[in-house]
């Protein structure tokens, strides 16, 4: 099986962004052993702070954060760093070439119970005259993402990385250390029978998700005439995941729950590198109206309605909101 840097290079990707892509994955190494260890490396439960999105933080959110920042501030090639976890940018080296975003520890609810969490990030061009910390430098569109991955933090370690030549499934060897190809092009099915939403939203969702939804629900004996299956992880990695390995849509539509957050997900953490992965595997990402990849952020923060995978799936689903 081949290494993961060996892959890359036949790609012909940049030495530096090999190199910043290899720190990301040692802080993910130590995460996973830290995740391994559960109770035992006393890493359960949570702090008493609020992170900048207004969500209490996990012990295990705190040190991955941590983990990643000291890692990747060490690094001369990447100029500026961006966490879901952080108020601001935190600016790197000033020679930097690359900025990196990343969500340290999605699925956070799922730590205390052994259930699916990963870690998520996405690499951008520097932008040439601007200081690292200043937040234009994150301002830019999903199409000019230059890599974008997630660790998922399962029974076993998974890699799931896109350099924009189509995703590649990587896996852990716990023997060595390594990240070994486990699948060289992973792809989506065009066409599926599982969805993923929280149904506990129900009741807050806008006229064309609950019509939507209602047809799946319907099964044979509606207008979809097949039967749709529903799967929930309540964990973005988790459930992408799925849709990456066998198909399905995942959906975090807005809804009408608060009127200061209507939407979920973050454009820059989350969004982004997910669809990124999703497209070069043959997916489709959109928030609804616009292909997620040519949304250009505004604020670090920014959330967005998400509707991504099989690809017809998601082209049927966005004619609701049309």
Not at 26 to 52: H, M, P, W, Y
Not at 190 to 202: G, L
Request: net charge negative; glycine share 8%.
């Amino acid at each position: 099986m081949q290494r993961l840097i060996y892959t890359l290079k036949q790609d012909q990707v940049d030495l530096d962004l090999i190199m910043v892509i290899r720190t990301v994955l040692a802080s993910c190494k130590e995460i996973a052993f830290r995740v391994g260890q559960g109770a035992l490396g006393d890493v359960l439960g949570s702090t008493l702070d609020e992170n900048i999105q207004g969500e209490t933080q996990k012990k295990l959110d705190v040190i991955a954060n941590q983990l990643i920042k000291n890692m990747l501030l060490t690094e001369s090639n990447v100029a500026a760093i961006a966490s879901e976890e952080e108020d601001d940018i935190v600016a790197g080296n000033a020679n930097g070439k690359y900025i990196i975003a990343f969500d340290p520890l999605d699925g956070s609810s799922n730590i205390d119970i052994n259930g699916q969490i990963g870690t998520i990030f996405t690499i951008f061009p520097a932008v040439e005259g601007l200081a690292q910390d200043d937040p234009r430098q994150f301002q830019q569109k999903g199409r000019n993402q230059l890599a974008a991955g997630y660790v998922l933090y399962g029974p076993s370690t998974m890699l799931m990385l896109t350099t924009g030549k189509g995703t590649r499934c990587f896996t852990l060897d716990k023997t060595h250390g390594g990240f070994l190809l486990t699948d060289e092009q992973v792809s989506v099915p065009a066409e599926t029978q599982e969805f993923s939403i929280n149904m506990a939203n129900a009741r807050f969702w806008y006229e064309p998700t609950s019509r939507y939804i209602d047809d799946l629900l319907l099964g044979e004996t509606g207008v979809r005439k097949k039967r749709f299956n529903m799967r929930w992880n309540a964990a973005m990695v988790g459930d992408i995941h799925r849709v990456l390995s066998r198909g399905g849509i995942f959906m975090y539509p807005s809804d009408n729950r608060d009127p200061n957050k209507p939407a979920k997900l973050r454009l820059l953490y989350e969004a982004y590198p997910m669809a990124m992965l999703v497209e070069n595997a043959g997916g489709r990402a959109s928030n609804g109206t616009a292909d997620i990849l040519d949304l250009e952020l505004e604020t670090l923060h920014q959330r967005v309605p998400v509707i991504m995978g099989s690809s017809k799936e998601v082209e049927i689903s966005t004619s609701y909101y049309t």
